[in-house]
């Protein structure tokens, strides 16, 4: 009883710039931020052994993902760098497409991952860390306080960021059992939803699950397929803290099969999913095994990948397994899969639910509309994946310490990050299953490219003071060498004599005259390799130490600078919509020509500029053009 006072009294005299309630991916990206940005920032967890605890695959990346893990790293963010520390296997996606769709992904190291999250937040200035749970929050006058844990302490602030991930009131099922859970091992959180809905938000609930985990000494690896890494791996972080890898551990895949699929269908009867106790939406992009033989009954197999979680480790991830079936039935149905005959079960797979917030009750700054100086960030939000969460967590945790500065938010637009795709999909469409970024969210991906994340953030990052001046000069000289580069091509000749080899060898119709090797470089036959063959390009590359990175950029701008012009034509000419802005208290209900649905849309949600105004569903362009008429444009 007495040690609660004691505590208040003593260790949180100091009223915190920013706390940060969760210490999973978004959790941490937010305390880094705040803390860079100059903000005392207390970081309160239940564990604090698990910090950047990756729940599900042990990886980082991947379509879409792995750009928005270089836009964090080009913000200034840690995830890319902890993620190149702890790589195991390092892969390109996509790299028979265009670079708009090249996305960067790691295969991890589960353990170093976490373990190296906590030494760069322990080598943070600014960050405090305290180990309990937030079980309510002291919110006065809509505006935030401070937050309330489980022993009765007050700990103050100016502002509060949440994420909280799966452990709002958390529930984990497994079969006909369940428990309260936000994690296998960890206990819920409880308090802090009732807390927020007390005070107007409207919540809602999600569903996500995770594979068995397995031994993988029981595994027979002769029976399935080698997936190996990159032969010349990459890396995420722009900066020269890391190198690529120089050993890469292997990944395999395998495949269910009919046998397997009517073994799980025998559980069905037993399965949360089907008989009614999980009534939440789970992922749509990322399946449970009985959704996937239950919606794709017509397919004979599904892949799935065999994923070490680690160097040393012989744990394995079953990627593609994920499912919330009793674990007698997992385990019979695993072992029916070829490579899996004998195999040994750390431990079953669950699906867990848990209390989300709809996102249209935040702005674009990831502060929510009700409570001045409280922020969401991560499955909170309705997001699924830790690239999505840290990517909100470091916003969020930017935008908090720029409120306590009395500075201009960071907010970015749709044609400048997907990040802004994101945050702008959440706040203005919502989501009511787990929100999961693709290319294909992105109208302007051509520009939104994982190569150039450091071109189109980094100088933002550096103006609020966050990017450090030696990544900004780096950012600086690859482009500049670039740009140089480039004109090298359009200054350049290339012979006959040079050049019909290749061309030929490329199936590329020969050339008839000298002509400037822009041109030739242009044909979509060749590529980079092709072009370093001719020795006037490796003498420049020689004379002026170009690496690949350098080398790289410039091809991409020779090849695809009509399609890079063209899309930026078309976003610049939405940015005046961008720049319409509406006042936050219009009366859309006093427009009379308005259709009341969007009436009702516009005046829930509040959007900020008509461009956004236009991209709510049930906001028609008879609508649009009506508020613009209204509005005197």
Partial sequence: MGLAPLLSNTMFLERYDVIVVGAGHAGCEAAAAAANLG????????????????????????????????????????????????????????????????????????????????????????????????????????????????LGIEIKAKTVVLTNGTFLNGLIHIGEKQFGGGRAGESAAYGISEDLVNAGFESGRMKTGTPPRVDGRSLDYSKMREEPGDENPDKFSYSDETKPLMKQRLCHMTYTSLDVHDILREGFDR????????????????????????????????????????????????????????????????????????????????????????????????????????????????????????????????????????????????DEAYIGVLIDDLITKGTEEPYRMFTSRAEYRTLLRQDNADHRLTPKSFEIGLASEKRMKRMEEKFSKSDAMVSFFKETSVTVEEANPILEEKGSSPMIQSDKMYKVFSRPQIDLDDFIKFEKVQKYINEHDLDKEI????????????????????????????????????????????????????????????????????????????????MGR
């Avoid at 970081?43 to 990756?54: K, Y």
């Avoid at 270089?70 to 028979?96: C, H, P, W």
């Avoid at 502060?367 to 969020?396: C, H, P, R, W």
């Fill in 551 to 630: 080398i790289e950029q410039a091809e991409i701008n020779v090849k695809y600078s009509g399609y890079i012009e063209k899309e930026r034509n078309n976003a610049d000419k939405l940015t005046r919509l961008e720049d319409m802005k509406i006042p936050i208290d219009f009366d859309y209900y006093k427009i009379k020509s308005m259709s009341i649905e969007a009436k009702q849309k516009l005046s829930k949600i509040r959007p900020v500029t008509i461009s956004q105004a236009s991209r709510i569903s049930g906001v028609s362009p008879s609508d649009v053009s009506v508020l613009l008429i209204y």
């Fill in 271 to 414: 399965s949360p999913m089907f008989n009614g106790r999980i009534k939440s939406i789970g992922p749509r992009y990322c399946p449970s095994i009985e959704d996937k033989i239950n919606r794709f009954a017509d397919k004979e197999r599904h892949q799935l990948f065999v994923e070490p979680e680690g160097w040393d480790t012989v744990e394995v991830y079953v990627n593609g397994f994920s499912t919330s079936l009793p674990e007698d039935v997992q385990f019979k149905a695993l072992r029916s899969v070829a490579g899996f005959e004998k195999v040994k079960f750390f431990r079953p797979g669950y699906a867990i639910e848990y209390d989300y917030f709809p996102p249209t009750q935040l702005k674009h700054t990831l502060e929510t509309k009700l409570v001045v100086g409280l922020y969401f960030a991560g499955q909170i939000n309705g997001t699924t994946g830790y690239e999505e969460a840290a990517s909100q967590g470091m916003i969020a945790g930017i935008n908090a310490a720029l409120q306590v500065k009395e500075q201009e938010p960071l907010i970015l637009k749709r």
């Fill in 39 to 150: 903000c005392s920032t207390l970081l309160v967890t239940m564990s604090l052994q698990n910090i950047a605890q990756m729940s599900c695959n042990p990886a980082m990346g991947g379509i879409a993902k792995g750009q928005i893990v270089r836009e964090i790293d080009a913000l200034g963010g840690y995830s890319g760098i902890v993620s190149d520390k702890t790589a195991i296997q390092f892969k390109m996606l996509n790299k028979s497409k265009g670079p708009a769709m090249w996305s960067p992904r790691v295969q991890s190291d589960r353990m170093r991952f976490s373990e190296e999250w906590r030494l760069m937040l322990e080598r943070t200035r600014n960050v405090d860390f305290y180990q309990e749970m937030v079980s309510g929050l002291i919110i006065r006058n809509g505006k935030i306080e401070g937050v309330k844990t489980s």
